[in-house]
């Protein structure tokens, strides 16, 4: 199993391009999430899909848009890219095991500039 | 909403000795669950331990083990018998728990970066 994958790695773009970064899971997990990282800070949450068919706003959505192509896809799509998007991304899934809440597995990461 | 804060940016050890990293956290919930993540150079985020609220039984995994104490809202990692592997960025994270149909959506800490020191 390749766990969590994410595409591309790397990727510059200039002010007002549009991307859109994709994330695939093998395991099987129900949920999956977008999270950013900027330097000196944790990982905050941008949008969620707690199943496939739904997808919701986390902590800083405004810039975004998230897709949930199927159970195992889920990509997230700047419009219009701006320099305060400059971060690492990263994307997890997770699933619920016997009742409780599991833990989330994140892909490698997507570092993003943005000029 | 809940927040997470931990109070070390960077620690050092030599190697095969003890560290302990602190972690607090505020929420007003009472059935969650608490992470540490470690996060190498290679930047890939690594779950290291994870702890139940409604457990007393402190988590271990090997080398690594919590401190939790929930009236305190306190959460340490202590690793004994530190590895030049161990470097890395260590973050502190919270999820509450909630219905299977909503997700679990974490909060981290802003991170602890452990430098291993031969």
């Known amino acids: 199993n390749a766990g969590v994958t994410q595409t591309p790695k790397f990727q510059v773009l200039k002010t007002g391009q549009s991307m859109t970064l994709q994330c695939a899971q093998d395991m099987n997990h129900n949920s999956m999430y977008w999270y950013r990282q900027d330097p000196g800070m944790g990982l905050r949450l941008i949008y969620y899909s707690a199943s496939e068919g739904t997808t919701d706003k986390g902590e800083v959505p405004n810039g975004y848009n998230v897709s949930r192509l199927n159970k195992r896809e889920f990509s997230l799509r700047l419009e219009s890219a701006a320099p305060s998007q400059t971060s690492v991304y990263f994307c997890?899934?997770?699933?619920?095991?016997?009742?409780?809440?599991?833990?989330?597995?994140f892909g490698p990461g997507t570092r993003l500039t943005v000029l | 909403a809940q927040t997470v804060t931990q109070s070390q940016p960077e620690m050092s050890v030599q190697e095969a000795e003890t560290v302990t990293l602190s972690c607090t956290y505020d929420t007003s919930e009472n059935n969650y669950y608490l992470f540490w993540y470690k996060q190498p150079p290679s930047r890939q985020m690594i779950l290291v331990i994870r702890?139940?609220?409604?457990?007393?039984q402190n988590a271990t995994e090997n080398r690594f083990s919590v401190n939790f104490q929930k009236a305190a809202k306190s959460f340490s990692l202590k690793i004994s018998d530190s590895q030049l592997g161990d470097t890395a960025m260590y973050f502190c994270?919270?999820?509450?728990?909630?219905?299977?149909?909503?997700?679990?959506?974490?909060?981290f800490g802003e991170g602890t970066q452990l430098t291993v020191n031969p």
């Open positions: 702890q139940e609220a409604y457990k007393q």
């Open positions: 997890a899934s997770s699933v619920w095991s016997g009742g409780d809440q599991d833990t989330q597995y």
């Open positions: 994270a919270f999820m509450k728990h909630a219905p299977e149909t909503s997700g679990s959506r974490l909060t």
